[in-house]
T-cell receptor
Framework: DAKTTQPTSMDCAEGRAANLPCNHSTISGNEYVYWYRQIHSQGPQYIIHGLKNNETNEMASLIITEDRKSSTLILPHATLRDTAVYYCIVRVDYNFNKFYFGSGTKLNVKP | DAGVTQSPTHLIKTRGQQVTLRCSPKSGHDTVSWYQQALGQGPQFIFQYYEEEERQRGNFPDRFSGHQFPNYSSELNVNALLLGDSALYLC????????????FGAGSRLTVL
């Protein structure tokens, strides 16, 4: 199973871009990178996913390096409500949606 | 459109007891997965149900069992509870024919005394 490595915590000023890195050096060619976040006492919330191309949606952008060994989640204008634990996940089994969650990055957005 | 609903939200049991947790998937979803999240850790995959059968299982003992009903709802059963089973139990549903995005419920917080 491809594992991910993320910093334990990060700080970001409100209104600035938050850039959350993730290392997945053992990723296989057909494994997707997913990002979820978990606000305190809630279930994880899907943010974005991608295979090799950069992706953008209404919540965030996902930048995947050309060798696919790392990626960065970008929240363009962080707000206090973006304070959460962010999980970078590699989907280990295409057919069965078995996701391996690591410990994630606690993002603290400060006023 | 209701998302994933779980019940109960909180419960307290004692060691050796049995517990049943329930999950109703998001409308249109046919696959249900269960995760255990200990305090301060990420969710850990328990198992997944599709077409009323267990399709994939994580590294959990047989004390953990489940069921999926014809309406796609699911139950998680844990027998012979241990103190270490105290955790947030998350249910996630997905569509077997889509982008495979998981939609999570808010979880059931189990405390074993």
């Amino acid at each position: 199973d491809a594992k991910t490595t993320q910093p334990t915590s990060m700080d970001c000023a409100e209104g600035r871009a938050a850039n959350l890195p993730c290392n997945h050096s053992t990723i296989s060619g057909n494994e997707y990178v997913y990002w979820y976040r978990q606000i305190h006492s809630q279930g994880p919330q899907y943010i974005i996913h991608g295979l090799k191309n950069n992706e953008t949606n209404e919540m965030a952008s996902l930048i995947i390096t050309e060798d696919r060994k790392s990626s960065t989640l970008i929240l363009p204008h962080a707000t206090l409500r973006d304070t959460a634990v962010y999980y970078c996940i590699v989907r280990v089994d295409y057919n069965f949606n078995k996701f391996y969650f690591g410990s994630g990055t606690k993002l603290n957005v400060k006023p | 459109d209701a998302g994933v609903t779980q019940s109960p939200t909180h419960l307290i049991k004692t060691r050796g007891q049995q517990v049943t947790l329930r999950c109703s998937p998001k409308s249109g979803h046919d696959t249900v997965s269960w995760y255990q999240q200990a305090l301060g850790q990420g969710p850990q995959f328990i198992f997944q149900y599709y077409e009323e059968e267990e399709r994939q299982r994580g590294n959990f003992p047989d004390r953990f069992s489940g069921h999926q009903f014809p309406n796609y709802s699911s139950e998680l059963n844990v027998n012979a509870l241990l103190l270490g089973d105290s955790a947030l139990y998350l249910c996630a549903s997905s569509d077997s024919s889509g982008a495979n995005v998981l939609t999570f419920g808010a979880g059931s917080r189990l405390t074993v005394l």
